[in-house]
């Protein structure tokens, strides 16, 4: 190997490798995927983001489970739901708990409507007052 004087073009590395500071393949960053066949694509958000409603998701979905605290739930995953949609993300464990909790609201509602419904119908045939009926007290205006 010779070396250049002054005024004389350098001549490539003989080793092949690429002067410090450069991007190879016409100066575009070339990156493999896990296979080493394909690009690797980063995630929505970046790389290392985390989801800021997956534990409001979580949360809501098991206060929706619950059912007695299932309006809380639905209020708890819509948060979560938004947050994660502010950062392009999805978040299912939100949406379980938004539908959850609506299906407790809707049997609850039912449930309430067909209790107050039976209640009114046996103060009607008992009449005003407090009644023992089958060891249940039933007190009807």
Same mark, same amino acid.
């Given at each position: 190997?010779? &070396?250049?004087?002054?005024?004389?073009?350098?001549?490539?590395?003989?080793?092949?490798?690429?002067?410090?500071?450069?991007?190879?393949?016409?100066?575009?960053?070339?990156?493999?995927?896990?296979?080493?066949?394909?690009?690797?694509?980063?995630? %929505?958000?970046?790389?290392?983001?985390?989801?800021?409603?997956?534990?409001?998701?979580?949360?809501? !979905?098991?206060?929706?489970? !619950?059912?007695?605290?299932?309006?809380?739930?639905?209020?708890?995953?819509?948060?979560?739901?938004?947050?994660?949609?502010? %950062?392009?993300?999805?978040?299912?464990?939100?949406?379980?708990?938004?539908?959850?909790?609506?299906?407790?609201?809707?049997?609850?509602? &039912?449930?309430?409507?067909?209790?107050?419904?039976?209640?009114?119908?046996?103060?009607?045939?008992?009449?005003?007052?407090?009644?023992?009926?089958?060891?249940?007290?039933?007190?009807?205006?």
């Amino acid at each position: 190997m010779t &070396i250049p004087g002054p005024g004389q073009p350098q001549s490539p590395d003989p080793y092949g490798q690429q002067p410090s500071g450069q991007e190879p393949y016409g100066g575009q960053p070339y990156t493999q995927g896990p296979s080493g066949h394909q690009p690797y694509e980063q995630p %929505a958000g970046g790389p290392g983001s985390q989801n800021p409603g997956k534990t409001l998701g979580i949360v809501g !979905l098991v206060l929706s489970i !619950l059912g007695c605290t299932a309006l809380i739930g639905i209020v708890v995953s819509v948060i979560g739901l938004v947050k994660s949609r502010k %950062a392009g993300l999805g978040n299912g464990l939100a949406w379980a708990g938004i539908i959850i909790g609506v299906l407790w609201l809707v049997i609850g509602g &039912i449930g309430l409507a067909t209790g107050v419904g039976g209640l009114m119908d046996k103060c009607s045939e008992l009449g005003p007052g407090t009644h023992q009926v089958d060891g249940v007290t039933y007190t009807c205006p």
